[in-house]
């Protein structure tokens, strides 16, 4: 057996086994991705897509995704390649891309309005060793790099990839432990010392999907956003948050979509601490 260290699960992952993530096995009694360089989605974004409203508005980002995640959302937009059963199925179909050749076509789609690369559309964290290796590769060539995750991860898996990212978008999908640990299969804990020590050294943008019935009341978006008022990206401005309107979607489609004026009237409860509040999906 071999323990992964990347997040508070601390998988314990026999000969050949794959950790609950999906993205994680072991090999020769350590830990490896093995979702190293297996690219499900390549697609040249508006960085706003990510969500990122304050960092290179206007600007268009290459954006990478493989398989896996360490949480369990019902609702994931993603699912085909997160954590349904389709997800582990890309272990053998997915597309394999050294860091040199994904560096190269960050690089070829510059002048279509590329600034760099993003890794999203499923959890990027559990094979940050990709990430890593690529975002250096990209940093050399003067682009930027650009995490889209949720938070879930130990702070030495950022000090890996701290030198090389330069923003990121993280979910904080609620404010209790509740919340996170039995509907999401998350630790609130955790996402939350990430946030806090990333914003140190890199722009950060929060988002919070509002999902009826667990996470809408005007209380705990009024805790959220105090807390978030705390936080301080590095150029001194606070972190915008982002609101966001919840579809039913997967296994969980036993609610309506959000109605849009709880999303404008939360947006409306964290403006009364923060500065940069932005709606989505609305
Ligand atoms: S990253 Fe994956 S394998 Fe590692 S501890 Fe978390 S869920 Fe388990």
Redesign the pocket.
Known sequence: MA?????????K?AEGG???????TARNGR?EALNYGRITSLALDPIEKKPLMRFHPGSLILSAGSF?C?LRCPFCQNYEISWSEQAGRFAETAETLSPEELAKIAERTRPRGNIGLAFTYNEP??GYEFVRDTARLTKEKGLKNVLVTNG??ELAIWEELKPYIDAMNIDLKGFTDRYYSKVLGGNRQQTMAFIEETVRSCHVELTTLIVPGENDSEEEMRELSKWVSGLKNPDGEGVPLHISRFFPRFHMQDRKATPVRTVYRLAEVAREALEYVYTGNC
């Open positions: 323990e992964c260290g990347v997040c508070f699960r601390h998988c992952i794959i950790g609950f993530c999906g993205g994680r830990v896996g360490n964290l559990i879930t991860a």
